[in-house]
């Protein structure tokens, strides 16, 4: 039982290892046989440990959001909201633009709208909340402004930049002309 158990741990973690490397290379359409056999298991074992490619590509990312969810923590409390909550801004956009196909476990998938929770957005949710909170009481960003709307922002300007020669350049350049603003005040 105990080797059992060892055993399906150290499938799991070549799978994942595996499954980096190959969304790394092809993005969220790399081929779960692919991953499979080059992991040296069957194709029942990869969908075992993850049922669905959803679940595989939000394993691949999972290191990634953690470490800005702890970003978003330790920028919480620091004394310029506004500030803070740009910097998180730069940071899941610079991921997002860094890491193939992450931008796509951010998004819902098409059966998702109402029905699904997102996994990775609920985690960059619950760490982003009270950072978004702090800006909106200061007067930094609209009130009615949600994480999910920060997560969709940055999601779309990953995806509209992908093929870019320099794709995170022309994201974060987006990003500033979005917290500009297209219309100047008058």
């Known amino acids: 039982m105990t080797a059992q158990r060892a055993d399906a741990r150290r499938n799991y973690t070549r799978i994942l290892a595996v499954a980096e490397a190959e969304v790394a290379a092809h993005g969220v359409d790399a081929s779960l046989e692919q991953i499979a056999r080059t992991a040296g298991v069957g194709s029942a074992t990869v969908r075992r440990h993850f049922p669905d490619r959803r679940a595989l590509l939000e394993a691949v990312f999972s290191q990634r959001i953690d470490a800005l969810c702890s970003r978003a923590t330790d920028l919480a409390d620091a004394d310029d909201p506004r500030a803070a909550l740009l910097e998180w801004l730069a940071a899941l956009t610079t991921y997002a633009t860094s890491a193939r196909g992450m931008a796509d476990v951010l998004l819902p998938a098409p059966t998702d709208y109402g029905s ?8 960059l949710g619950g760490a982003v909340d009270p950072l978004l ?17 920060l997560i ?21 350049r987006l990003l500033a002309l979005t917290v500009r603003g297209i219309s100047p005040r008058g």
Request: aromatic share 0%; charged share 15%; hydrophobic share 45%.
């Open 116 to 123: 699904h929770v997102n996994a990775c957005a609920v985690r």
């Open 133 to 149: 909170r702090r800006a909106a009481l200061a007067g930094a960003v609209a009130p009615d402004v949600t994480t999910a709307d």
């Open 152 to 172: 969709s922002l940055v999601t779309g300007l990953t995806l509209a930049t992908e093929h870019h020669p320099d794709p995170a350049a022309e994201a974060h």
